[in-house]
């Protein structure tokens, strides 16, 4: 296999269609299928120590869902596989590339495919822009309208597809046509931090974090009714991060 081509775990718990959706993207050429896994456990193993582009993700792992992978996949693109399609917008709404329905087709999988190399090498395109400050303005598409969102004033951003829902200090949420990757490449690296693969939050908002079981912590951010979710390992990435 060609070191130039991307590399993908599939997690799946049934064998036979594991075996399928491998020997597609196989007789696809263009991914490389570094792993499988079956289970939750086995997916993070790989991940960890394979570091794939993208993962495609069974949502119903025996047991478990497949979402609960999701905190341990912060650098990769999911392409979920299903037999429902009642969770397509969930999964969009963590930012999933794709949501793919059993039985795959040679088709369907290619324009997966295509979007995931069209979006990788968009990115590999695109200029690196200069690191914001929270007191620079940004004039951009709010909802249905153009206006000036100022860089301190956002509480927290939460993916919503190919878009974003930021939540301002004074409480107004807006929808933004700027994916969660073009917000983490520019804002002000020490005070704005993942806690989670879809929201990024303003660490001067945050109001504690409390322990909430073994793999999780709650995030308390001020103006917010619920806590937000964060898993240790984000947890271990921001305390490195904030030194």
């Not at 001067?204 to 806590?227: I, K, T």
């Amino acid at each position: 296999m060609s070191e130039s081509l991307l590399r993908a775990v599939v997690v799946e718990d049934e064998r036979l269609q594991r075996t399928e959706l491998v020997s597609l993207l196989k007789a696809d050429g263009r991914i490389q299928v570094v792993a499988e896994a079956e289970s939750i456990e086995s997916a993070i193993i790989a991940i960890r120590q394979f570091v794939p582009h993208v993962v495609f993700l069974d949502i119903q792992l025996g047991g478990d869902s497949g979402f609960a992978l999701l905190d341990h996949c912060a650098d990769q693109e999911i392409v979920f596989v299903t037999a429902h399609d009642n969770h397509a917008v969930r999964a969009f709404a963590v930012n999933a590339l794709d949501y793919l329905l059993k039985p795959v087709s040679p088709d369907r999988l290619r324009e997966s495919i295509d979007r995931l190399l069209a979006d990788q090498a968009e990115a590999r395109r695109q200029p690196r822009e200069e690191p914001l400050s929270d007191r620079d303005r940004l004039f951009l598409r709010l909802d249905d309208r153009w206006g000036f969102l100022r860089v301190g004033d956002i509480a927290v951003i939460q993916a919503e597809g190919n878009h974003s829902r930021v939540r301002m200090l004074n409480g107004e949420i807006v929808l933004v046509h700027k994916g969660l990757r073009e917000w983490q490449e520019r804002l002000p690296p020490r005070q704005f931090v993942r806690v989670h693969r879809s929201t990024i939050v303003n660490v001067e908002q945050v109001s504690r974090v409390d322990e909430w079981s073994h793999y999780a912590y709650q995030v308390h951010v001020r103006g917010l009714n619920e806590p937000l979710v964060m898993s240790r390992r984000y947890a271990a990435r921001l305390k490195e991060w904030l030194g």
